[in-house]
């Protein structure tokens, strides 16, 4: 299971649906999409991660380094998570604290 | 490439070079010996995650020439405790970990039950190991 990122817009923010394993090999494919995104000024992103089904830490590195990067541009990156083994993980790191984290997409874009 | 070995006991020895491509197979394999191991399901999925975030740690997704001619090797111990050590040189520069107060060994604190980490002249070797 490679990668997969599906973006499209929705009330005012860029919903990048990401699916398979974000791992070393393939984080570096999301940081591009992330990086591409805000550089034309798409700067509050949803990151739905309903279909990922594996994360490491690279993987966290890179929504982390996101979240750094929209908020220079007064943006926001928030998350889409409902998956215990990847909430696990964000709970682990702190990184449950540092990240919004919402049980779906409608709720992330009422925000 | 992958050169996985066993030696009779269910135990595993993989050896695969310094390539993030690579890493999917070794949890792959990790996974595997545990599930033959009958460990339970959830304890599968730990072992999973911990195989690959250690080598992603070793190996680092920005590889330098000379790192890539290099290996990690992987050995599987199946008995209870099952164990697994991971060997290698630590390449991995998490962006944005150092940056939140994380060490690079955070998530694998939080996933193994037992986790050792020494370095020998440059050679980093994780212990790391799981009741059942």
Redo the contacts between chains.
């Keep these: 299971m490679d990668l997969s990122l599906e973006t499209r817009q929705e009330s005012g923010r860029t919903i990048i649906e990401v699916g398979g394993?974000i791992?070393?090999?393939t984080?570096?494919k999301l940081r591009e999409c992330i990086t591409g995104l805000v550089d034309e000024g798409h700067n509050d992103l949803i990151v739905d991660l309903e279909k990922v089904e594996?994360m490491?830490?690279?993987g966290?590195?890179?929504l982390?380094?996101g979240l750094?990067r929209v908020r220079t541009h007064e943006g926001s990156l928030e998350l889409v998570c409902t998956q215990e083994?990847l909430l696990k993980?964000f709970r682990?790191?702190?990184?449950g604290k540092?990240f919004n984290i919402y049980s779906s997409q409608s709720e992330a874009t009422a925000s | 490439m992958a050169d996985p070995a066993t030696n009779g006991s269910g135990d595993v020895t993989i050896a695969i070079a310094r390539d993030p491509a690579l890493v999917r197979t070794v949890r792959l394999v990790a996974a595997a010996v545990a599930r033959r191991a009958d460990c339970p399901d959830t304890l599968v999925e730990e072992i999973r995650l911990a195989v690959g975030e250690a080598c992603a740690v070793m190996i680092g997704a920005n590889q330098s020439p000379a790192a890539a001619a290099e290996q990690v090797e992987v050995s599987i111990r199946a008995a209870s405790p099952f164990a697994v050590t991971v060997t290698g040189r630590v390449e991995a520069e998490e962006p944005g970990f150092e940056d939140i107060g994380l060490d690079p060994w955070a998530l694998l604190r939080g996933i193994s039950e037992d986790l050792t980490v020494t370095e020998d002249q440059g050679t980093t070797t994780l212990q790391m190991s799981w009741g059942r």
């Design positions: 394993e791992d070393v090999y984080a570096p594996f490491d830490s690279t966290l590195g890179v982390v380094g750094k083994r993980i682990i790191t702190g990184l540092v």
